[in-house]
């Protein structure tokens, strides 16, 4: 018996004058007559074995074995108790709306296994399997709703459904069954050149956003620098504002916020200017400002706020002097 040790959690009910036992004996029929009357119920309180009188010779060690099969899954202690905490924060930032840290927080449970098969009946495991199924639906509405905003129209605030795409991306990558569906999730956003400013500034919100959601302090820790390079990377966008809001709700004393936002600290888009571009043939032009250039290409960014990416080569040898110049300060 010294090897069931630990398996089981003996419990020793009063029949006697109990008005909880007519409600017990309901629930869970006995099979035979006699004493003393044993039962097995596993965690999610399904009965596995109910019978009368004390078992012969090997019968109980029997018993006892063919009901640890059809238990389930156990976890040590310490097992349990991380596995707890991990669904605890994840049903808690789901109930705030904020799917990214409760998809952080419920990945850690991956480590015992698929979330939808760990073979546990424990509390922990059973909440972990419906916590994943609802994320996945929200996550999947969500996504839906954003990109149709993006895609259908031009959106006036293309940022806030872009950190929402960003977002159902990068929770997708948490999850190995989810990880196929990652990279077609912003792959139709990618061709969208109007959008390509907003989405860097999304992409690197949320990148900032899943080190803050860890429940490793380790982790944590490097949140500061995420959003860090975040404020330095995008100075006076929304994108700056947003991250420092964030930043400022965790780390209030950051070293980023006391410095100001100003085109002081942006000298080069404070010097460069609307200006007219040319292609070779001349039979296209614009007037835009400058913002960047990657791969042969440029983005500028026009009068009215949208943003147009063309390709160097096609520039008059005037407007491809004027890029050499910029080409140190983008580096």
Known sequence: MAAFAGQFVPLKIITDNNVDWSQWSRKYPMTGNGIPQLYVVRADGE???????APNGDDLPAMLFASLKKSGRSFTNQEASFMQRAVQASEKAMQAGDLLKAAVALSEVGQFGPHDNLGSYAK??????????????????QIAKAKSELLDSNAPNPLKPLLTV???ESICRLFPKWKAEA?????????EEQYAN???QAEAIVRARVVAASLSPRIRNRAESAYTSVIRKFPNTAADTLARTELASFAPNAKILSVETSDDAMPKQKALAFRI???QTGDFQTRAKYLRQKSGKIQLMKE???TIVVDIAILSSKDQ???SQQTAGDQ
Do not use: C, F, H
């Not at 916590?131 to 509405?141: G, Q, T, W």
């Open 321 to 323: 002097s004027y890029l």
């Open 166 to 168: 960003y977002e159902g």
């Open 183 to 191: 990279a077609a999730i912003t792959r139709e956003l990618k061709k």
């Open 198 to 200: 907003e989405a860097a």
């Open 47 to 53: 009965q596995i074995y109910g019978g009368a009188g």
């Open 124 to 141: 922990p495991a059973v909440k972990s399997k419906q916590l994943y199924s609802e994320l996945k639906n929200l996550v999947d509405a």
């Open 304 to 306: 009215d706020g949208k």
């Open 277 to 279: 571009w040319t292609t």
